[in-house]
């Protein structure tokens, strides 16, 4: 490791919690609802970011944080852009309110992400 790739990935996710924080902002000002919607909605989309762009880069799991790029796309932009700690803290949220919807919503946003990120790979797959 250099400090060049300590600056890519500190590029990366400067510029992917940023985009994080503005979308969840949008979100937040236009939807008023129970759901923690903005949370859901960063991190089904980052999950089909990263599994499109695993693909079209030809990373394998266990070599994302192989070149600049990778290091600064995939673990510093996405991991900046996608957030585990704030579901946690939406669910914990929710479970104050219902228990039920807590599950359902940490679910949802498991399979969802998943199905999105298979979805991400596949379309990167037919496009060769």
Same mark, same amino acid.
């Not at 919690?17 to 969840?24: E, F, K």
């Given at each position: *490791?250099?400090?060049?790739?300590?600056?890519w990935v500190g590029l990366g996710g400067g510029l992917g919690s940023v985009l994080r924080w503005a979308i969840g902002r949008m979100?937040?000002?236009?939807?008023?609802?129970?759901?923690?919607?903005?949370?859901?909605?960063?991190?089904?989309?980052?999950?089909?970011?990263?599994?499109?762009?695993?693909?079209? !880069?030809?990373?394998?799991?266990?070599?994302?944080?192989?070149?600049?790029?990778?290091?600064?796309?995939?673990?510093?932009?996405?991991?900046?852009?996608?957030?585990?700690?704030? *579901?946690?803290?939406?669910?914990?949220?929710?479970?104050?309110?219902?228990?039920?919807?807590?599950?359902?919503?940490?679910?949802?946003?498991? *399979?969802?992400? !998943?199905?999105?990120?298979?979805?991400?790979?596949? !379309?990167?797959?037919? *496009?060769?």
């Amino acid at each position: *490791m250099t400090a060049l790739d300590f600056a890519w990935v500190g590029l990366g996710g400067g510029l992917g919690s940023v985009l994080r924080w503005a979308i969840g902002r949008m979100v937040g000002e236009r939807y008023h609802g129970g759901f923690p919607l903005a949370t859901f909605l960063i991190n089904v989309s980052g999950a089909f970011v990263i599994g499109f762009l695993s693909v079209m !880069l030809g990373v394998y799991w266990r070599d994302r944080y192989s070149t600049a790029l990778v290091a600064a796309l995939l673990t510093g932009g996405l991991g900046g852009y996608t957030t585990f700690s704030s *579901m946690q803290l939406d669910a914990a949220k929710l479970a104050t309110k219902s228990p039920f919807q807590a599950v359902a919503y940490l679910v949802l946003s498991v *399979m969802t992400g !998943l199905a999105a990120a298979a979805l991400g790979a596949a !379309l990167a797959n037919v *496009m060769g």
